[in-house]
């Protein structure tokens, strides 16, 4: 069971514009979302996360939009620049109250791609 | 650079052989994780360990086995090897347990033929 899900493979986008990344989840007992960059032979790094309780979360060209009630969330980018390209993961965990905040359910990855 | 050290980075065996896949968390860490990540496939969880002790599990095999030593450094033990463990092997670590902002090493490709 895919709780949660990153339906576009790719996505590709022209240098200047603005990058959507969506994420969708089905567990409606996640408390906390975040988006992980992959470079090609690195291993992930940290980008944006937000907490269920908000619905925004902003980091310089970086926004994460959550909507709890249709359990989606999107990142976006603006303006999107070539070294943005990447493989992007969304990823959820269940919070604290006994569990692991570093237990993450990752989606598969989005590959994004920045034209110049 | 994370800080958080793998090896080896390539390893490829033969089904049935035993591996042990190393991780040197980043200085100061006391969590340690490992994922899996299949081809074409999300980072699937599968065990963490805090200063030693055991702290969450996730779908790991029976065939995998993992530790946390006296140094925080962390061995992920694969036996019995089948070929669809091939993949890569992620370790990441955090000080604590917070939010979920983990730093991840580059990994071990691991290959079984």
């Known amino acids: 069971d895919q709780q949660v899900k990153q339906n576009s493979p790719s996505l590709s986008v022209q240098e200047g514009r603005i990058s959507i990344l969506n994420c969708d989840y089905t567990n409606s007992m996640f408390d906390y979302f975040l988006w992980y960059k992959k470079y090609p032979a690195e291993g992930p790094t940290f980008l944006i996360s937000?907490?269920?309780?908000?619905d925004k979360n902003e980091d310089g060209r970086f926004t994460v939009f959550l909507n709890k009630s249709a359990k989606h969330l999107s990142l976006h980018i603006v303006p999107s620049q070539p070294g943005d390209s990447a493989v992007y993961f969304c990823?959820?965990?269940?919070?604290?109250?006994?569990?692991?905040?570093?237990?993450?359910?990752f989606g598969q990855g989005t590959i994004l791609t920045v034209h110049p | 650079d994370s800080g958080v050290t793998q090896t080896p980075k390539h390893l490829i065996t033969a089904t049935g052989q035993r591996v042990t896949l190393r991780c040197s968390p980043r200085s100061g860490d006391l969590s340690v994780y490992w994922y899996q990540q299949s081809l074409d496939q999300g980072l699937q969880f599968l065990i963490q360990y805090y200063n030693g002790e055991e702290r969450a599990k996730g779908n790991i095999l029976e065939r995998f086995s993992a530790q946390q030593f006296p140094d925080l450094h962390s061995e992920l033990n694969l036996s019995s090897l089948e070929l669809g463990d091939s993949a890569l092997y992620f370790c990441?670590?955090?000080?604590?347990?917070?939010?979920?902002?983990?730093?991840f090493g580059e990994g071990s490709r691991l290959t079984v033929l």
């Open positions: 990823a959820a965990n269940l919070g604290g109250g006994g569990t692991s905040y570093g237990k993450l359910t």
């Open positions: 937000i907490s269920s309780i908000k």
């Open positions: 990441a670590s955090s000080v604590v347990d917070g939010t979920g902002e983990l730093f």
